[in-house]
């Protein structure tokens, strides 16, 4: 059975610093996704990362994927009070280039000023 | 582009009372997924189909749980004689098996929340 860990759980920063949240899984994928849920609100969607070594950002957000260690991460750069919210990271299972997404626990992230 | 549209956005219902959630995918996606997530918690996949055939359901959807997507577009959740347990956060998501656009992304709804009292 797939699972999903990410850590930490609950982070509180400091505006300005940078962090980064992991998320492990247990049994190979193709497809990783990055999700950010406002409270009481849905998921938006940060990032597909698709392959080996992918990399992407937006803005204060990069996400990396190393699929050998099964290992994906979030990194924050100097972060805004604008980021606080819930992050998860899903990975993809199924045929085809869709199918059903196994998530995380997810990361509340708390941004100070 | 509308998104995937989620109906109602809230209800609150009396344990065992049935409720039907509606779900409208964005409208060249052939694939649509109900999840539902409790406080606290990710999303936990529930089934999904592609066009109007049910391709999984998860085993925690119990036999009072069913779900529909008669012509292939919109889709139902029902839920019957709903317990305390079931109150929780329920989305919908689409997505595209083709080749344009983003064909890898899950675009979700904004969710109906249930309250059962």
């Known amino acids: 059975e797939l699972k999903v860990e990410q850590n930490p759980l609950f982070l509180s920063m400091q505006e300005g610093k940078n962090y980064t949240i992991y998320c492990n899984y247990s049994t190979t994928s193709d497809r990783l996704y990055w999700y950010r849920q406002d409270p009481g609100k849905s998921l938006e969607s940060l990032f597909v990362l698709l392959s080996n070594g992918a990399v992407k950002q937006e803005g204060r957000l990069m996400a990396s994927l190393d699929t050998k260690a099964r290992l994906s991460t979030l990194h924050i750069t100097a972060a805004v009070h604008d980021l606080s919210a819930t992050y998860f990271c899903a990975v993809g299972r199924g045929s085809g280039n869709t199918g059903k997404l196994i998530f995380g626990q997810g990361t509340t992230l708390q941004v100070k000023p | 582009d509308t998104g995937v549209s989620q109906d109602p956005r809230h209800k609150i219902t009396k344990r065992g009372q049935n409720v039907t959630f509606r779900c409208d995918p964005i409208?060249?996606?052939?694939?649509l997924y109900w999840y539902r997530q409790t406080l606290g918690q990710g999303p936990e996949f529930l089934t999904y189909?592609?066009?109007?055939?049910?391709?999984?359901k998860s085993r925690l959807l119990s036999d009072r749980f069913s779900a529909e997507r008669p012509k292939g577009s919109f889709s139902t959740l029902e839920i019957q004689r709903t317990e305390q347990g079931d109150s929780a956060m329920y989305l919908c998501?689409?997505?595209?098996?083709?080749?344009?656009?983003?064909?890898?992304?899950?675009?979700f709804g904004p969710g109906t929340r249930l309250t059962v009292t």
């Open positions: 189909f592609q066009n109007e055939a049910q391709l999984e």
């Open positions: 409208s060249e996606h052939n694939r």
């Open positions: 998501a689409s997505s595209s098996t083709g080749t344009s656009g983003s064909p890898y992304e899950q675009y």
